[in-house]
């Protein structure tokens, strides 16, 4: 962290997704790579969970956001990337998740001074934290926590 204007300053990375964007601290994201198809998922998965893929020979299940919540699933177009975002609850089985993203995200300065919530998350649910305008855009801050919770569920 470093000190903007005497407020401390965090780089966050907005996730493009096609109903809105997500806000993660940049730390949280290893690697963004270009789409690749996944495995299937099991019969009994939900929408959300397009299934499981491999990213430097881990199983990384990659997740639709947009279908979390509430979007209808869409096509996936050629500009389409993936977060892997690592988790959270420190599972050695699980230790990242991919995200499927509608575009490149870019980089953000996160200070007090460029982000404000905007009250509650909406239609996002469980999965989304808190809804958020920074540097004059709305995004959401994801409790990836529930999403891993939900990942267990399904998968183990």
Same mark, same amino acid.
Request: proline share 8%.
């Given at each position: 962290m470093?000190?903007a204007k !005497?407020?401390?300053?965090?780089?966050?990375?907005? =996730?493009? #997704?096609?109903?809105?964007? =997500?806000l %993660?601290?940049?730390?949280? +994201?290893s690697e +963004?790579? !270009? $789409?690749?198809?996944?495995?299937?998922?099991p019969a009994?998965?939900?929408d959300w /969970? /397009?299934g499981v893929?491999?990213?430097?020979?881990r199983?990384?299940? %990659? +997740?639709s $956001?947009?279908? %979390?919540v509430?979007?209808?699933?869409?096509?996936?177009?050629h500009?389409?990337?993936?977060?892997i975002c690592?988790?959270l609850?420190?599972?050695?089985?699980?230790?990242?998740i991919?995200?499927? =993203?509608?575009s490149?995200?870019? /980089?953000?300065r996160?200070?007090?001074? $460029?982000?404000?919530p905007l009250?509650?998350p !909406?239609d996002g @649910?469980?999965?989304?934290?808190? &809804?958020?305008?920074?540097? @004059? &855009?709305?995004a959401w801050?994801p409790? /990836?926590?529930?999403?891993?919770?939900? #990942?267990?569920?399904? #998968?183990?």
């Amino acid at each position: 962290m470093s000190k903007a204007k !005497g407020h401390q300053e965090v780089r966050g990375v907005l =996730l493009p #997704l096609r109903s809105g964007q =997500l806000l %993660l601290p940049n730390v949280s +994201v290893s690697e +963004v790579i !270009g $789409f690749r198809q996944p495995d299937s998922p099991p019969a009994d998965a939900p929408d959300w /969970l /397009l299934g499981v893929m491999s990213w430097h020979q881990r199983s990384v299940p %990659l +997740v639709s $956001f947009d279908v %979390l919540v509430g979007s209808a699933s869409e096509e996936i177009g050629h500009r389409a990337r993936i977060a892997i975002c690592n988790t959270l609850n420190g599972n050695p089985q699980r230790p990242y998740i991919g995200i499927l =993203l509608r575009s490149i995200p870019h /980089l953000v300065r996160v200070t007090e001074e $460029f982000i404000a919530p905007l009250g509650e998350p !909406g239609d996002g @649910g469980d999965m989304i934290k808190q &809804q958020v305008r920074i540097s @004059g &855009q709305e995004a959401w801050i994801p409790d /990836l926590d529930a999403l891993e919770q939900a #990942l267990e569920q399904v #998968l183990d």
